[in-house]
């Protein structure tokens, strides 16, 4: 299992499964804990595709690990849902390929209340911001200056949510006013936007100093009821599935066009053109699982400054 693929995560029945989206399983430790285990399932407009990413799980999760220690480092009050990268003692009796295979896509996590609202921050106008905005003029419904151009830095992060789409449904662009209408609580939607905007521009920060630009991504935040309703960032955070990574060095040189990226968006590239954008059964050819997992490999490497 160690070098192979995995599409299903199987830890012998060894604790009850909780949840599997579209790349993670959630199995429950306890009341509090999380076992939150990142598979090598890859999705592209919300489709899981029929194979997966070799390495893809280790290198998320060795990424969210680097990310979770580096916020908190940096952003002293910030609440994160990460606990431990070892394996509950339930999973010590599997055999040790399967072990040390499990823990490389691991951590243990404090479960809470998911908030119902995607947390997108945009530093630069691409992808769906940039349809919405050729037009009408706008993203997310907030109006921008006229003339901006495809991948162009915005005049300022935009906090750009979307809705949380059951399994199977598309997440939707919303306006801030909106998902504070859907978070129902508004100490809690400003604590999201603030944190989001916050989590966003000190990561942008270091991604630069690796030479990178962080065009946008995605945080998901819990509630912990049990602790005076803190905002707490949980999820995986500032991975290429949740994140556009572009080379700062050609960005200029692309502006107007679509940027060359370390992230999905050559998957996305590689569907739209063979006509399978958001096809279900899709297996994807190995010379371009091979590509996206070099552009991964080359995101987490370069970001955590580590050999992934
Ligand atoms: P979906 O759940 O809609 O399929 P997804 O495909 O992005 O979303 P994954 O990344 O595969 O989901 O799985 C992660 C799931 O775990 C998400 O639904 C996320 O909201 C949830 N989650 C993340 N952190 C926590 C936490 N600390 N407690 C409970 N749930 C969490
Ligand atoms: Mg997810």
Redesign the pocket.
């Known amino acids: 299992m160690a070098s192979s693929t995995v599409v299903e995560v199987d830890i012998r029945g060894s604790l009850p499964k909780v949840?599997s989206?579209?790349?993670?399983d959630?199995f429950a430790v306890d009341e509090q804990t999380?076992l939150?285990i990142a598979s090598d399932r890859i999705?592209a407009y919300d489709v899981v595709m029929e194979n997966g990413i070799p390495g893809k799980g280790a290198l998320l999760t060795q990424m969210s690990v680097y990310w979770f220690q580096y916020l908190k480092d940096h952003i002293p009050t910030l609440q994160t849902?990460f606990l431990s990268r070892s394996l509950p003692k339930a999973l010590e009796s599997l055999d040790r390929p399967l072990y040390e295979a499990l823990e490389s896509r691991s951590m243990q996590?404090?479960?809470?209340e998911?908030v119902p609202i995607e947390s997108i921050v945009r530093g630069y106008i691409t992808g769906s911001a940039w349809s919405e905005y050729k037009k009408s003029g706008t993203v997310h419904g907030i109006a921008l200056p006229s003339g901006l151009v495809e991948g162009q830095k915005l005049p300022t992060p935009l906090w750009t949510p979307s809705t949380?789409?059951e399994?199977g449904e598309k997440d939707e662009n919303i306006s801030p006013q909106r998902a504070k209408v859907i978070i129902g609580d508004e100490k809690v939607a400003a604590d999201v936007e603030r944190l989001s905007l916050e989590i966003y521009l000190v990561a942008a920060a270091r991604a630069e100093e690796a030479g990178i630009i962080l065009a946008d991504t995605k945080f998901?935040f819990?509630l912990d009821r049990a602790n005076g309703n803190a905002v707490v960032l949980?999820?995986?955070v500032l991975t290429p599935d949740s994140s556009r990574f572009w080379p700062k060095d050609t960005w200029e040189a692309h502006l107007g066009k679509a940027q060359p990226s370390f992230d999905k968006q050559f998957l996305r590239d590689w569907l739209t053109s063979n006509g399978l954008k958001g096809k279900e059964g899709v297996t994807v050819p190995t010379d371009i699982v091979e590509q996206t997992a070099q552009k991964y490999k080359e995101a987490c490497e370069l970001l955590t400054g580590k050999k992934a």
């Open positions: 949840a989206g579209k790349v993670r959630l999380l939150f999705s849902h996590v404090k479960r809470l998911i949380k789409a399994a998901e819990g949980v999820d995986e």
